[in-house]
């Protein structure tokens, strides 16, 4: 098999789980993964040099929350009609291509779907891994478990039987549920719950069964595998909190609008609790003042010393695969964070929350997963704009800078 080495030199390497930059660097890539990284890196004989001067090299973003299933749609578009629905079948039977696309063009190498058709996904995850398809590389939480009035079943009308879904009826239910999920030979990343009572002036919603959802994380725990939780309030909050979930997604009005209570924030924070506030998709439907005033909670949690981890949520409306993430990532700045913090929550973070210590950073043994992006994202977070290459798996998979050369 042919596999040269690749060299990327004279680019600023942001080097490590920290992102800490390195002026004039050289990063070698073999066999799929980074093998030398630094100023004085050998570069091996045969190996095809890129040249990136003037640009920075990251390690490929990491979005902690997807929806691979979901057609796109554009901001003010309502879900897809019935003339639009063929090509939404053809685009979901071949995987997804423009999404796929969408994300590697906007250097996200890794994407997390929290809730999808669970065959369906696995079957895409396998091909995403072994090269069948040019994409990121996906972490896959399969289906989500709910109560039968919870969401999505009450809201967008999931059927109890329906392969995206999981609605069981006690807590022996689930720990099988989630058994089948976690063990065997291709087990999820991770297991994601619904536990949100809605927001009572539209339309309360059912939680999780207290028992059920116990069963439901000791059973994924059992396996080492973390469980995501979608909440709604601060009641839902303080359940899941007690049942010992790992991450918690999304930050709605409903919740901590009027502010933290001291206690559960301390709690997360203490227990490692992770946050990924999915600001681009409140951007986008909620209004602006609670958006912002939302932004201002994301910050206090990370004040507080709390890990928020960048998730676009795309495939919910107007949210768009890779576009989405980069302007979540401009979002979490807009709470407080440096950019070398969002871009932390948008690589390493996600990937050490996830266990997925084979990506996220640009260190010898990692994945080559990377970005070269023009200027320094370190000052101006607008660089990440500016995509020049993206390397998945070690092979270049998008290249910008010979098609400027080229036209020039
Ligand atoms: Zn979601």
């Known amino acids: 098999m042919k596999d040269h080495a690749i060299a990327l030199t004279g680019a600023t390497v942001l080097v490590g789980e920290d992102l800490e930059p390195h002026g004039d660097a050289v990063v070698v890539v073999g066999h799929g993964r980074v093998t030398a990284v630094g100023p004085g890196a050998p570069v091996p004989p045969r190996a095809r040099v890129l040249d990136l001067a003037g ?10 929350h997807v929806h691979l299933g979901a057609p796109e749609t554009g901001r003010g ?26 994300f590697l063009r906007h250097g996200v190498t890794t994407a997390c779907s929290l809730g999808d058709e669970n065959a369906w996904v696995h079957d895409f995850r396998r091909r995403a891994a072994d090269g069948t398809l040019t994409g990121p590389r996906l972490l896959i939480a399969g289906p989500l478990f709910t109560a039968p009035g919870g969401h999505p079943v009450a809201t967008v009308g999931a059927a109890p039987g329906d392969d995206w879904v999981r609605v069981p009826r006690g807590p022996d239910e689930a720990r099988a549920q989630v058994a089948a999920l976690v063990t065997g030979k291709d087990p999820v990343d991770l297991v994601k719950v619904v536990h949100d009572r809605g927001d009572p002036r539209r339309r309360s919603l059912e939680p999780l069964d207290p028992g059920v959802l116990a069963a439901i994380v000791d059973e994924a725990h059992l396996q080492d595998t973390p469980v995501a939780a979608h909440w709604g309030n601060l009641t839902d909050l303080e359940e899941l909190l007690e049942a010992g979930v790992d991450h918690l997604h999304h930050l709605e009005a409903r919740g901590p609008l009027d502010g933290w209570p001291q206690d559960l924030l301390s709690e997360a924070v203490r227990r490692g609790v992770t946050l990924t506030p999915t600001l681009a998709v409140t951007e986008a439907v909620g209004d602006p003042r609670t958006a912002a005033v939302l932004r201002e909670r994301a910050g206090e949690f990370a004040d507080a010393g709390g890990t928020l981890l960048a998730g676009s949520d795309a495939g919910m409306p107007s949210v ?9 990532i401009e979002l ?19 990937a050490r929350a ?36 993206v390397l998945r798996g070690g092979r270049v998979v998008v290249d910008r800078i010979r098609n400027r050369k080229r036209t020039r």
Do not use: I, N, Y
């Not at 090299?57 to 902690?64: F, I, Y």
């Not at 639009?84 to 796929?100: I, N, S």
């Open 55 to 64: 640009h920075t090299v990251l390690p490929g973003l990491v979005d902690a």
């Open 77 to 102: 578009e309502g879900p897809p009609g019935p003339l639009a629905r063929a090509g939404a079948v053809a685009d979901w039977l071949r995987f997804q291509p423009r999404k796929r696309r969408g």
């Open 320 to 328: 768009r695969a890779g576009s989405g993430l980069l302007r979540e």
């Open 332 to 350: 979490l700045t807009a709470c407080g964070l440096a950019p070398r913090r969002a871009l932390v929550a948008a690589t390493s973070a996600p």
């Open 354 to 389: 996830l266990g997925a210590l084979h990506v996220g950073a640009v260190v010898p043994g990692r994945a080559a997963d990377l970005v070269a992006v023009r200027g320094d994202p370190l000052a101006d977070l607008g660089a990440l704009r500016r995509v020049g290459v």
